[in-house]
């Protein structure tokens, strides 16, 4: 069935592609605008569009594509705020680690939990990002740590994408830090000889991702992790100058790395590398926020160099338990300096582009997956303009109301 919705704003990036530098800063808007879909996929999106078996009106709202998340690590077993009261009680780093907190408690949650303990976990964070207009995201492994949990992450990650009304790309973060129970050398092994073979003969991801930083894995052992990956098809990614300048960029750029993560310590150098590389820049800046720093990633320095900027949550437990996208697009705009046309580029298309899902994602065109949100808005500056609410109305997933408010809003006579 043909359906036609009709907005008093309709804007969009345009294309199949990320963009670069200036070209961030352009969207396309229709007003009014209409959005023409079949069988979840957008015909025509425009300020007039065909004929339609049905037609739904909201006049004085807006429709934007959905959020598409760059960077997500929503598949993890429990929580850490007894971590976060500490911390904000003044202990520090190593004694929350001597008391069995940081990353590890993660690990030592996730493989505890049962595949469907870890299913349930993760659908009820989907849901929070979905409300929030998410319906694109990565979902990354990595607080398994071995063979058999890396595998359990990612198949869970896969079944939610199959459940959930969310588009969901498995990413294997078999690099992420150093297993509890083993050396450094013999995970590396590990890796190289049976996880990374495994997890490629079982087709569970397309990417591999690492952390590089001080105490963690330096460059070289992401070099010899990024070969193994290679020799078996994976796209990369990597996690890198987050707290410590490590020179990950230059290693990620060599290698054709699909992203470098986080970067808050880039240099000029690593800038005018990105601004002139395909390597996009990948940005989470609730993480700055959350953990209390007051240093931000160089994100309008790319942009200004030609680079290409994405965005995401992180949604991690330790150093971003974000699940709203639009959540770091306000701190796009007051804390990285973007413009509101760029960060919502950055959130959609760009990420898109990251996921490797931009043919079907990112923006609202012919052909395109019909995923879009309906805000109380009357401009998509009030986005921004207003930040205290993502004034989300509707949430549509392949033509298909996923989310909605508009009942609770008819019954006050809104
Ligand atoms: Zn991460």
Partial sequence: MRKKFKFSQVITPTGRMGKRGKEMDHLQVFEPGEILTENGMIIEAGEKTGDADYTEEHFGLIAIPGLVDAHNHLVYGGKRVEEFEMKLRGVSYMEIARAGGGIKSTVKATREASR??????SLRRAFYMLKNGTTASEAKSGYGLNLEDEIKQLEVARELGEKFPMDIVPVFLGGHDIPPD????????????????EVAGRKLSRYFDAFCE????????????????????FKLRLHTEEFTHMGGIPLAVEYGAVSVDHILFADEKDIKLLGRSETAAVIMPTVSFFLRMEKYAPARRIIDEGGLVALGTDLNPGSS???????????????L????EETITAATINSAHVLGIAETNGTLEKGKKADFIVLDVEDYREIFYRPSETHIVKVY??????????????????
Wanted: charged fraction near 30%; avoid cysteine; aromatic fraction near 14%.
């Fill in 116 to 121: 469907e303990e870890l299913l349930a976990q």
């Fill in 182 to 197: 083993m050396k450094k050398e013999d995970y590396l092994t590990l890796l190289e000889k049976e996880v990374i073979p």
């Fill in 214 to 233: 001080s105490g963690v894995y330096d460059t070289t052992d992401i070099e010899r992790m990024f070969r193994a990956a290679k020799d078996y098809g």
């Fill in 321 to 335: 338990p974000v699940e709203s996208l639009f959540f770091a697009m306000w701190f796009a705009v007051f804390k």
């Fill in 337 to 340: 300096n973007l413009t509101m």
């Fill in 397 to 414: 997933k392949e033509g298909r109301e996923v989310f909605g408010i508009e009942p609770y809003l008819r019954e006050m006579g809104m």
